[in-house]
C-alpha cells in the first residue's frame, strides 16, 4: 500500500510558478509510474503530466506544454510538478496518482491505484 501527500499548493498571481510536490510513503519497494491530474470546477479530470519509473517520454497535456516540468525523485518517493507561467485556466485541484508495479506512462486515471488527497491551485487574474 502507498499514500501520497501533495503540497505546494495556493494562491498565485497570473504569470507566477509554483512547485508542488507529492510524497509517497509506506511500502514503495516497487517500480511505479506516478501522473499529476487536475480538476477544475465544471470540468472533467484531466491528466496534466504523467511520468514513468525511469522518468522517460513524461506526458503533459497541450495546455501545459512548455509551462509545467513533472520529475521524480526515486530515492526520495517524491514526484514534482513545477509550473510556471501560470495561467487562471490553470486553478483546479491537482492531485497526485500512482500505480504500483508499472514502469510505463499511464493516463488513464482509472488505471492508478493509489491517489493523494488534492492541492488546491488558484490563479487569480
Known amino acids: 500500500q502507498v499514500q501520497l501527500v501533495e503540497s505546494g499548493g495556493g494562491l498565485v498571481q497570473d504569470g507566477g510558478s509554483l512547485r508542488l510536490s507529492c510524497v509517497a510513503s509506506?511500502?514503495?519497494?516497487?517500480?511505479?509510474?506516478m501522473a499529476w491530474f487536475r480538476q477544475a470546477p465544471g470540468k472533467e479530470r484531466e491528466c496534466a503530466a504523467a511520468i514513468s519509473w525511469i522518468g522517460g517520454s513524461p506526458y503533459y497535456a497541450d495546455s501545459v506544454k512548455g509551462r509545467f516540468t513533472i520529475s521524480r525523485d526515486n530515492a526520495k518517493n517524491t514526484l514534482y510538478l513545477q509550473m510556471n507561467s501560470l495561467k487562471p485556466e490553470d486553478t483546479a485541484v491537482y492531485y497526485c496518482?500512482?500505480?504500483?508495479?508499472?514502469?510505463?506512462?499511464?493516463?488513464?486515471?482509472?488505471?492508478?491505484?493509489?491517489w493523494g488527497q488534492g492541492t488546491q491551485v488558484t490563479v487569480s487574474s
Open positions: 509506506g511500502r514503495t519497494f516497487s517500480r511505479y509510474a
Open positions: 496518482a500512482a500505480r504500483d508495479l508499472t514502469i510505463r506512462v499511464v493516463t488513464r486515471d482509472s488505471e492508478y491505484d493509489y
